[in-house]
C-alpha cells in the first residue's frame, strides 16, 4: 500500500520537479523540432557540404548516449570557461540528442513525397528553399505526425537524465524525498505517476492523429 503521506508531505518538492520537467520538455520539443527540421533539409540538399554536415551531425549524435550529450554542455563548456547552470545544460542536451532522431524522421517523411512534386515546384521558378517550404514541407509534415508523436514522448521520458546533474526535475526531487525519508518504493512510483500525466496524453494525442490521417486516406 502506498504512503500518500509522502506525496502531501513533500508535494511541494513534486510540484517544482514536475514543473521543470515539463518546462525542459517543451523547450526540448521546440528546438529540436527546429533543429532537427533544419538537419533533415541539409541531409537531402543538393550542395553536398550541407550533405556532410546534416549527415556527421545525425550519424554521430545518434549514435553515442544521450548522457555523454549532457555531460557535454554540463562539463565540456566549463572547461573552456562557459558554465551553463544545470536545467539548462540538460535541456540544451535533451535537444541537441532528439534533434537527431527529429531529423530522420523528417527527412523519411520528405523522401516519402513524390519527386514530382519538387521538380513541379522548381520548374515553375520557386527556388529550393521555397519548395521545401511551401510545398514539400507541409506534407511531409502530415506523413510523418506519428512517428514525430513517438519521439516526443520518448523525449518526455529522457528529461529525466537532468537527475543525473541535479537539473531541478522529477528524478532530481524523487531522489532528495527518498534521501529524505530512506523511502524508495513509494517515492518513485509517485514520480512515474508525474511522468504518465505528462505521457499518456500526448500519447492519445498521437493516436487521435494517427485515425484522422488513416480515415483521410
Known sequence: MLDFSILFDHWDYFLQGFGNTLKASLLSLVGSFLLGTIMAIFRISPLRPLQWVGTV???????????LV?????????????????????????????????????????????????EAARS??????????????PQAMKIVIPPMGNQFINLVKNSS??????????MYFGDLISADTFVTFDVYIFVGIFYLILTLPLSMLVGYFERRLARSR
Open 161 to 170: 537524465v537532468l537527475g543525473v546533474i541535479a537539473g531541478l526535475d522529477l
Open 70 to 118: 549532457v555531460f557535454f554542455f554540463f562539463v565540456g563548456l566549463p572547461a573552456i570557461g562557459i558554465r551553463l547552470e544545470p536545467f539548462v545544460a540538460g535541456t540544451l542536451g535533451l535537444t541537441v540528442y532528439t534533434a537527431a532522431f527529429i531529423a530522420e524522421t523528417i527527412r523519411a517523411g520528405i523522401q516519402a513525397v513524390p519527386k514530382g512534386q519538387t
Open 124 to 137: 515553375s521558378g520557386l527556388t529550393y528553399g521555397q519548395t521545401m517550404r511551401l510545398i514539400i514541407l
Open 57 to 67: 551531425y545525425v550519424e554521430f549524435i545518434r549514435n553515442i548516449p544521450l548522457i
